[in-house]
Every structure is written in structure tokens, then in C-alpha cells.
């Protein structure tokens, strides 16, 4: 049964008969049998929305693709559904611009890997919240010891957890992306 009433990305472009939809990110042109177009007609219309799994399967794709988003989600995700971790060394030049651009999204957690230029500082003065750990374990250890990210998800109280490293440029519509994946309850991970 499909549960959730839909809306076509602004991008998205339909065909006269429903049978082609073109869109999304990146660019798709798509072509419905009638049984799909009639899958995406339920799912528009929230009168008609009872399906199969087989046209959930083919929602979830289309929401995949960026053509399709569940009606009642908004561009942000809430600050109780999303919380950035990002484990971190030595990055106290960089780490309050990222820090910055995720707020936004939700709460920060920076976990320190035994920085010796002020990065726990830094991440705080940001916004984020700082977990250090006790010993130097590396990148994987950071985000994987008991004190590191794993100690920060405990913490976190979010739905879904986002690791960023701290040396990556955050695309504005990332999180978006991402957050429309998780259209189901028995979706986990990505």
C-alpha cells in the first residue's frame, strides 16, 4: 500500500497520456508502461493512493532520480531529523566555514582527533558541538571508537546521521538529495 501522497519535482515534465516523464538530476527521460503511469497517477492523487509493491518500488526510484518527492517534505530537513558528524585533525583554519554551511541542515557534531591547532575550538566558536577523543586513533578511528563518531551518533538524537569529512565542499542541494531517499521506514542507509 502506498501510505505517502506525492508532488512532481519542479523540473519534471509529463507527457499528455502520462506515459513519459522527463526531469530530475541528473536530466531522465522516462517511458511508463500503463500499469507505471497509473502507479504515478496514485500516488499524485491522494484519493487513488492504494498500490502494490511493485509501485512502491518504482516511487521510490523516481524519488531516487530527484522526479518525485513525498508531499509532505520540505526542502530542509527538521533539526530533529538530520545531525552532521564530522571527524576532524588539525583543521581549525577550515573547519568553522564547513561548520557554518551545515548548521543550517541541522546540529554539528565536530569529533576531534587530538588537534594541536585549536580545531576543537574553532568547530565550537562555529556552532558545532566538540567531542574529543582520548587518543589518536586516525581518520578511521575517529569515526569508528567508541569516543569518536560512533560516541557522537549516541548523542546525536537524529534520525539520520550525515558523516561529512572536514575536507569536503558541501553542495547546497546534498542533503536535500539525500533526505529524499529516505521515503521509507525499512530504508536504513544510503
Request: proline content about 5%; charged content about 25%; overall charge positive.
Amino acid at each position: 500500500m502506498i501510505s505517502a501522497r506525492y508532488r512532481l519535482d519542479v523540473s519534471a515534465r509529463r507527457s499528455r497520456d502520462g506515459r513519459v516523464l522527463s526531469g530530475g538530476q541528473p536530466a531522465r527521460v522516462l517511458r511508463f508502461t500503463a500499469k507505471g503511469a497509473a502507479a504515478l497517477d496514485a500516488a499524485l492523487d491522494a484519493a487513488l493512493a492504494t498500490g502494490s509493491s511493485e509501485s512502491q518500488d518504482l516511487l521510490d526510484r523516481l524519488v531516487g532520480y530527484g522526479l518525485l518527492h513525498p508531499g509532505g517534505q520540505t526542502t530542509r530537513p527538521s533539526d530533529q531529523r538530520l545531525t552532521c558528524v564530522v571527524p576532524v585533525k588539525d583543521s581549525a583554519a577550515s573547519i568553522g566555514e564547513l561548520v557554518a554551511k551545515l548548521t543550517p541542515l541541522g546540529p554539528v557534531i565536530v569529533v576531534d582527533d587530538c588537534s594541536a591547532d585549536g580545531t576543537r575550538g574553532e568547530a565550537e566558536r562555529a556552532g558545532a558541538r566538540a567531542v574529543a577523543n582520548a587518543h589518536e586513533p586516525g581518520p578511521a578511528g575517529a569515526r569508528n571508537t567508541r569516543r569518536g563518531s560512533n560516541h557522537a551518533v549516541r548523542h546525536a538524537g537524529a534520525e539520520i546521521i550525515v558523516s561529512v569529512d572536514s575536507d569536503v565542499i558541501v553542495e547546497r542541494t546534498a542533503v536535500k538529495k539525500l533526505n529524499a531517499r529516505f521515503v521509507r521506514p525499512t530504508i536504513a542507509a544510503v
